[in-house]
């Protein structure tokens, strides 16, 4: 069986404040894909990053970095210095071997105010 | 912009109508998807097509019957809802294999 944790229900932080959401997950395959998506109020889920079981390298792009640890099975996503815009539903997703399945964590609210 | 169109963006409906949810991509995608997504909740899978045959169904009541008439399309046909079935219909496309899926705004339903 696969789960993903995400345990903050919702993060609330004034503009340029940085901010870190918990992702851990659970999976007996020994190949996964990690994925982050934000929603926000529209609706529309947009992809922000696949990350492989094999590739523990962490990334930086623009303003998110994603911190990816298999001894832990975490895969933290970090905003730096918040914008209003970045106000949204972030998922953290997790696909194994099984390609069609998509197993979603609960989501974290991120609320940013000026 | 997403590149997966979804249409109608609303549609209410009575529990005795039959409408159909409509979805578009052209971006050669081979996999597609249906998600339900009630307020404050994940999305959760309902059915994967892959080259326009379907590949899960996620133990969903009759009343929805999804259809894929060609590689670019995917449709969901509504009948006799529940007002519990009230909620975000999101589709999704990808690649085959394991490689992410890129959703449409999602079509927001209500059963009264």
């Known amino acids: 069986a696969q789960k993903v944790t995400q345990a903050q229900t919702e993060i609330s932080v004034v503009e340029k404040e940085d901010v870190t959401l918990d992702c851990v997950y659970e999976t007996r395959d020994t190949t996964y894909y990690l994925f982050w998506y934000k929603q926000p109020p529209s609706g529309e889920l947009v992809f922000l990053i696949r990350?492989?079981?094999?590739?523990?390298q962490n990334e930086i792009s623009g303003r998110y970095s994603w911190n990816f640890q298999k001894s832990t099975s975490s895969f933290n996503f970090t905003i730096t210095a918040s914008q209003v815009v970045d106000s949204a539903v972030y998922f953290c997703a997790l696909r194994g071997d099984s390609w069609g399945k998509l197993q979603f964590g609960a989501g974290t609210q991120v609320v940013v105010t000026p | 912009d997403t590149e997966v169109t979804q249409t109608p963006k609303h549609l209410v409906m009575g529990m005795t109508n039959k409408k159909s949810l409509k979805c578009e991509q052209h971006?050669?995608?081979?996999?597609m998807y249906w998600y339900k997504q009630k307020a404050k909740k994940p999305p959760e899978l309902m059915f994967v097509y892959s080259y326009e045959k379907l590949s899960i169904n996620e133990s969903v009541p009759s009343r929805f019957s999804p259809e894929c008439p060609n590689s670019s399309l995917l449709n969901l046909h509504l009948h006799a809802l529940q007002p519990e079935d009230s909620a975000l219909y999101l589709c999704a496309s990808s690649q085959m294999g394991i490689t992410e899926a890129f959703f449409g705004q999602g079509t927001r339903l209500t059963v009264v």
């Open positions: 990350r492989n079981s094999f590739d523990e």
């Open positions: 971006m050669g995608h081979r996999a």
